[in-house]
């Protein structure tokens, strides 16, 4: 893969990670939903959120590691 693959993975996932996190309401508002099922939409949304935050360090880890492998491969 390349490095710019890896890096646009990295930044969708930062992303990601942040929206399900953050929440903002401007979502909740676009979907117009009743109370019930926007707190569970909204619980979703925080275990997707911290799923992502995990899926993010695994794929900073692996591609911090083929960083360094390239480096070392360099020199």
Do not use: D, H, R
């Not at 710019?4 to 903002?24: C, G, K, R, W």
């Not at 707190?39 to 960083?67: D, E, H, N, R, Y």
């Amino acid at each position: 893969m390349k490095f710019s693959t890896f890096t646009i993975v990295e930044i969708v996932l930062f992303n990601l990670a942040i929206l399900f996190i953050y929440q903002p309401q401007f979502v909740f508002e676009l979907l117009k939903l009743n109370g019930t099922k926007e707190a569970a939409l909204k619980k979703m949304f925080a275990v997707l959120g911290i799923i992502t935050i995990c899926a993010l360090f695994a794929w900073s880890f692996f591609f911090g590691a083929t960083l360094l492998i390239y480096k070392q491969t360099l020199l």
